[in-house]
Structures are given as C-alpha cells and as structure tokens.
T-cell receptor, first 114, second 112 residues
Framework: DAGVIQSPRHEVTEMGQEVTLRCKPISGHNSLFWYRQTMMRGLELLIYFNNNVPIDDSGMPEDRFSAKMPNASFSTLKIQPSEPRDSAVYFC????????????FGPGTRLTVL | GQQLNQSPQSMFIQEGEDVSMNCTSSSIFNTWLWYKQDPGEGPVLLIALYKAGELTSNGRLTAQFGITRKDSFLNISASIPSDVGIYFCAGQKGGSQGNLIFGKGTKLSVKP
C-alpha cells in the first residue's frame, strides 16, 4: 500500500524564489497535516485540513506561507518569496479523520534556500 | 507554545541493553504517541496510548500512559543496532483534535 507521498524530496532554491511542496495523502484519509522540522524548533505543526477544508493555520509562520487542498488526494504548501530561514525539512502527514490521532508521515521534503 | 519535555536528549546504547526514555508535560493529555525517525525519513508510529495507566507493547518496545496523564514512558528491551534513530513522543490535549504536540526527541546511538 502506498503511504503518504511527497515531492520533491529535495529542493534547493535561491532567496526570493517561489517554492511549492506537494503531498498526496493515503487514500481514504480525510485529514492532512503540514509540519516543519528544524534542529532548533523540532517538529512544528503549520496547518491542517479536514475534508479538504483548512481547520487551523495558526502555525503558519508568515503570510509568505500558504497551503491549499483542492481535492482529497492532493495538497500544496507554497512559500513566496522564500528566505534562507525557511530552510528545513517539511513533512506531510495524514489520518483517516481528526478523531484518529495516529498520523502517518511522508518522507519529507528537504528545502534549502540559499 | 505548549512544550513536551523529553529526556534524555541523547543516549548511547550497547547491543543487548535496555533503554528508557520519557516525556512530561505541565498539561493533561488525552493521547500519547511514540514515533521513531531514521535519517532522511519521516517519523514512523510505534505505539499509541489512549487511557491513563495503559501499558502497550510492540515487540521489544513497551510504552505507558502515565496515571497523571501528564507523562509517558517508552522502554526498549534488549536493544539491537537497528534501534538507533530519534524517538519522539507526541501528545494530544482534550479539545484540540488533530493538534499533536511533539517532544524534541531522544537520539539513540551505538556506543563506540
């Protein structure tokens, strides 16, 4: 069975460029989560969706960050413009629903902003 | 924001040794989860706990949901080299469905 799929696995970009990270949740999962992981701050929840609707985006650091979930099988996290301090590993996770806390994580996208 | 205090931050293991780590919080949690992360991969769920006092095993791993609901423990018995990695606890508070708070992790390495 396919787990959570993320692309790209690695992204290197220059400051000021737009970055788009992609996620496909596990089929049948209705809740999707975006996290950022850094050495300093650990795993931080950025935003999560339920049935394609954003539920809580209080973790999104700035207006430069935006996320969408146009359908049940696809979500994007966009950073525009990117800055060096955005460098981190970004994870997507999914669960069957919000009542289920057992989140399954994707392999992550390692973002480096030069 | 809310923090989980996970300890130890790191530890060295020798094959065959038992390992213990824990997470504590000043708040009450309804759910405790333990994840393991290997280099270059996402966290993988090991054990989920849903009731105070619950003790659950997954192979050589055993985790407990503390009676006070403010802490959780993970034990690994008879460690093997593939146990190295970073272990994270995560908790979910009542009234915050979907919002997991993660500890900073315990890094397990092999003793030189």
């Amino acid at each position: 069975d396919a787990g959570v799929i993320q692309s790209p696995r690695h992204e290197v970009t220059e400051m000021g460029q737009e970055v788009t990270l992609r996620c496909k949740p596990i089929s049948g999962h209705n809740s999707l989560f975006w996290y950022r992981q850094t050495m300093m701050r650990g795993l931080e929840l950025l935003i999560y969706f339920n049935n394609n609707v954003p539920i809580d985006d209080s973790g999104m650091p700035e207006d430069r960050f935006s996320a969408k979930m146009p359908n049940a099988s696809f979500s994007t996290l966009k950073i525009q413009p990117s800055e060096p301090r955005d460098s981190a590993v970004y994870f997507c996770a999914s669960t069957p629903g919000l009542a289920n806390n057992e989140q399954f994580f994707g392999p992550g996208t390692r973002l480096t902003v030069l | 924001g809310q923090q989980l205090n996970q300890s130890p931050q790191s530890m060295f293991i020798q094959e065959g040794e038992d390992v213990s780590m824990n997470c504590t919080s000043s708040s009450i949690f309804n759910t405790w989860l333990w994840y393991k992360q290997d280099p270059g991969e996402g966290p993988v769920l090991l054990i989920a706990l849903y009731k105070a006092g619950e003790l659950t095993s997954n192979g050589r791993l055993t985790a407990q949901f503390g009676i006070t609901r403010k802490d959780s423990f993970l034990n690994i018995s008879a460690s093997i080299p593939s146990d190295v990695g970073i272990y994270f606890c995560a908790g979910q508070k009542g009234g915050s469905q979907g919002n997991l708070i993660f500890g900073k992790g315990t890094k397990l390495s092999v003793k030189p």
